[in-house]
Every structure is written in C-alpha cells, then in structure tokens.
C-alpha cells in the first residue's frame, strides 16, 4: 500500500510524544491537587481512574498506527545498521596497517563501568570522522583487563608501534578542517571529561544519514550512538555464554528492564522513589494489555540495581508483578562497583536489560544510558522503548543539545534572571549547581520563548513535559513545554568510504 510519508511519520511521533505529555502533565498536577486539598482526594482518584485507561487506549491507537509502517521500515533500518557496520569495519581493518593512520585511545577516569566504556567510545567517534584505525589495550584504573571481554578492536591492526607517551594529542583545530595532525599515530587522552568540542563528538549524526533515520528514527543521534556503542562492546564467546545462563527460565517477553541506581548515586543524583519507577512500568503493560486483548500477560520486570532491598520491597508492595533478578549481582555491585570482579554482574544486568521490550531507569546514570544505547540495533524506532524518572539522556561531551522553538510561549512564572546563591559548602560544587537546577524544577519557573529561538536544552531540567534550558536569544533560563520545540539536529562531516554510501 501507499506508505505514509516524512510528515505524516512526524505527526505521528509527535502525537506519541503529546499523549506521553499530557499524561506527565495531568499526573503531576493532580497529585499537587491531592496532597494540598484532601477534600479534593476521592475525585482525584476517580479522575485518574478515568484518565488512564483513555490514554492507555489513545497510546495503542497511535502504536497501531506506527505498526503500518514496520515492516517497510524495518528494511531501511537493516540497509542503516548494515552501511555503518560495513564503514567501521573498513575503517577498523584496513588491508595494510603499517601505513594505515591511527588513533590510540587513552582512558586513564577512575569511574564505573558505564563512564569508563563511554570515553571509550569518544575514541571511536573521533577515529571513524578522521578516518583513523581505533587502537587501545582497553586497560585502565577501573578495568585493566577490559580487552578479555569485548572482540578485539581490529583484525588486522594489533599492536601500535612505539611508546603511548610519544604520540602527539590529537586536537580538533576547528570546524572545517577536522584532521588536525598528519602524525602517522595520534592519541586521545582521557582523564576526566575531554572537552571534545570536535564535529565528531556525541549527539552530531553523519550528514549523509540524516534524512533516512529522520524518516524512520525519533531520535537519529541516539541512533548512531548506539551503533558504535554495540561494536565497541560486541562481547566475546565466554561472555555471551555468561548472559545466556544468567537469564535463565524466567526471562520472557514481555518484559520490562528497570534500573534503579541508588548506593553512591545518591549525592549526584537525587533519590527516585520505587513508585515512581513502577508507575512507569504500569503504563507500558496497560497500553500492552489494551494492544493484546487475547493475551494472558504476565507482568515481568527484570530489575537490576546496586541496592540488595529493592527486589524484596517489590515483591511486596506490588504482588501482581513478576519480579526476575539476578540478586547475587545487586550485593556484588553494592560491594565492589570500582574493581574489575563486579564486572561481569555489571554486563550481565546492562546486556538483558538491553533485551526487554521496555526499559524504565534514570539517566543521571551511566548505566540507563548505556541500556538505552544498545537498545538502538534493532530494526525498528526505539527512541521511545526507554523513559527516565530524572534527567534526559545526554553524553558527557556531547555537542550540546539544542532545541528550536515552533510555538511563542509565554512564561507564566518567569524564574529570576540571576540564579539564587548557591546553597552553603556542604556538597562540592557540581551538586550544588545540579540542586539548583532540580530547585527550577520543582519551583516550575518558565521562560519566555519566540517562534524561530533557539534553546540550550539542560538534561537535568526535565519532567516529561517541560524541558528546561537557556534561551540563547534572551540569556534567560527556565522551563517550557515540550510540545512547542523540537530537537535540533546537527550533521557531521564524517567521511563516506568508498562503496559505502547508502
Ligand atoms: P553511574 O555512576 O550510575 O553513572 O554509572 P557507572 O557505570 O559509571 O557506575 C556505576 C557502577 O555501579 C557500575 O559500573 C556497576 O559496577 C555498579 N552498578 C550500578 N548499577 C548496577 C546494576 O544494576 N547492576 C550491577 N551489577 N551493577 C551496577
């Protein structure tokens, strides 16, 4: 049949992403309405009563609709997957590497696994836009034995000649000209976040790949991200065989992965209540039951967290749930979260969670990102088969996230021009400031927006309908609704090898 064409695919994922909207609207406001009026609690309970089962019934309407689409879609996203496959390939083997160019990635952070992979993969950005091979031991502070676990980076390049020490940094000089050294071997070092102000950093996508996934994919960068991500940690054989038997029986689709972060996590990120994690996982089934009115569902959560309590506490706060848990990994992670024997537990949990058909996290956390990232290698639109309780993704070093506004908004409670003193010196500096941003939050103050601004949207101000950021036009920052802008997104110069464009 007549298939629906780019506009018409936009209007469809932008009706998605209203209904997610209103539903994120309409539930904040009635539990304000709840707890201050309690005269007003039974008809806020019937209100919600009544709202969630239309909007379950609306989201399936509108998935149904994205349903006429797949089967066509699928086949350009295998076409996608396949072009850049084949381009890291050719750029990570190349015939001869004796005079091949090269690019040694140097990860010296002592973070966890999700951080330390992704400055790995800064690496591969920076090495497919150059056009130079990928090379590292993958041994760093954290994780010295890294290459035991992942296939080897290249074939046909293994070694790199001469001392780490000697290979001169590899430093963007600007936009237009990205190579900036013509040494045969260059380095990127990584101690903490690199200023990777390249064209090559994370949330750009290849200019030649945007008008495909633009058609196909509600989210093209998080597409590529998730590409390179998923070579980078294409697992060895003892890995693989590692997953399958810690999935066990009890691993069914459906299911849906849920990843909550406490232990450490709790001064970089603010504390995420078990509800609100299972009020997420409650609308997914709903909307799945109203799409599979034949289906017996049972309602499966794979939970991976660092926190030994929270499969007990499920189990017993929501009984109608089928809780499935690799438990031994949650102690070992409490345990040993900067060695390398938590690893394996860290994998494992990261890997299946990838697998469920809908992933609920936090992406404060390296970990929900990563989850979300690997989910992007199937051959359908998975930008929306994850949703976050606190911040919107983001990549450390990303190019920022810009958004363009499409509708004047009016900014009921403007928020003051300066922002308040930060609060005493009890916390270090970057808490601070991520207090002050969620105090926004919570204190809902807008910003004035005007058809054509253009915003830098900040991760951490969102609550699923109002993003937050700083209107660059104005110089004033705050709140807006989603509705009224849309993601911005930047092409970058990477080379197209010969016999690869699509
Ligand atoms: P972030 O700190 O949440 O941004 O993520 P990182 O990956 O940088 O560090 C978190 C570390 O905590 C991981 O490397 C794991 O060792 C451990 N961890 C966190 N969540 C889980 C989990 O769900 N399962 C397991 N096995 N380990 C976890």
Not at 2 to 24: G, K, P
Not at 68 to 79: A, P, R, S, V
Not at 307 to 331: C, E, F, H, M, W
Not at 455 to 479: C, K, Q, T
Request: net charge neutral.
């Amino acid at each position: 049949g007549e298939s629906f064409d780019l506009q018409e695919r936009q209007h469809i994922r932008n009706a998605m992403s209203d209904v997610e909207q209103i539903q994120a609207m309409v539930r904040h406001q009635l539990i304000k309405i709840y707890q201050e009026s309690p005269k007003a609690q039974p008809l806020v309970i019937k209100m919600i009563k009544q709202f969630l089962p239309l909007k379950s019934a609306l989201t399936a309407e509108i998935e149904e609709l994205k349903e006429l689409t797949k089967q066509e879609d699928g086949e350009l996203f295998k076409k996608l997957r396949k072009t850049v496959a084949r381009r890291i390939d050719l750029n990570q083997n190349p015939a001869k590497c004796s005079t091949a160019k090269k690019l040694y990635c140097n990860v010296q952070s002592a973070c966890g696994f999700g951080c330390i992979i992704h400055h790995y993969t800064i690496c591969l950005f920076i090495s497919l836009g150059t056009g130079r091979v990928m090379m590292s031991n993958m041994s760093n502070l954290a994780y010295p034995n890294m290459d035991k676990i992942f296939l080897p980076l290249s074939r046909t390049c293994l070694t790199a000649e001469g001392n780490v020490d000697d290979y001169p940094e590899w430093e963007s000089p600007n936009d237009e000209h990205p190579s900036s050294s013509d040494a045969p071997i260059v380095k990127v070092s990584i101690v903490y976040h690199r200023d990777r102000k390249t064209p090559f950093a994370p949330w750009t996508v290849p200019k030649d790949l945007i008008p495909s996934l633009e058609r196909i994919h509600g989210n093209p960068m998080l597409w590529w991200i998730g590409q390179l991500q998923s070579y980078l940690m294409r697992p060895q054989k003892w890995l693989s065989d590692s997953i399958k038997e810690a999935k066990g029986e009890e691993f069914q689709h459906p299911i849906v992965g849920v990843h909550v972060r406490r232990s450490d996590k709790i001064s970089e990120a603010s504390y995420m209540a078990n509800d609100a994690y299972m009020t997420a996982v409650s609308d997914w089934y709903d909307t799945y039951e109203m799409r599979h009115p034949n289906e017996t569902v049972v309602r499966r959560i794979f939970l991976a967290t660092d926190d030994i309590l929270i499969g007990s506490q499920l189990k017993i706060t929501y009984p109608k749930y089928r809780i499935v848990q690799i438990q031994k990994n949650a102690v070992v992670a409490l345990a040993k979260r900067f060695s390398g024997s938590g690893l394996e537990g860290i994998l494992q949990d990261v890997f299946l969670m990838a697998e469920c058909d809908y992933f609920v996290g936090t992406m404060s956390s390296n970990v929900g990102r990563l989850v979300h990232e690997l989910m992007q290698t199937r051959d359908y639109d998975t930008s929306n088969a994850a949703i976050t309780i606190d911040h919107s993704f983001r990549y450390y070093g990303q190019f920022p996230e810009r958004h363009l506004v499409l509708n004047d908004h009016h900014a009921e409670n403007p928020c003051p021009p300066e922002f308040e003193p930060l609060p005493p010196n009890q916390f270090p500096k970057y808490v601070r400031e991520r207090l002050q941003l969620e105090n926004i939050l919570k204190q809902g103050c807008e910003v004035e927006l005007r058809k054509g601004d253009i915003i830098d949207a900040w991760p951490e101000l969102n609550n699923n309908y109002m993003r937050g950021g700083v209107n660059i036009r104005s110089g004033r920052w705050g709140l807006y609704p989603k509705f009224k802008v849309k993601q911005i997104i930047e092409p970058a110069p990477y080379p197209v090898i010969e016999n690869t464009s699509l």
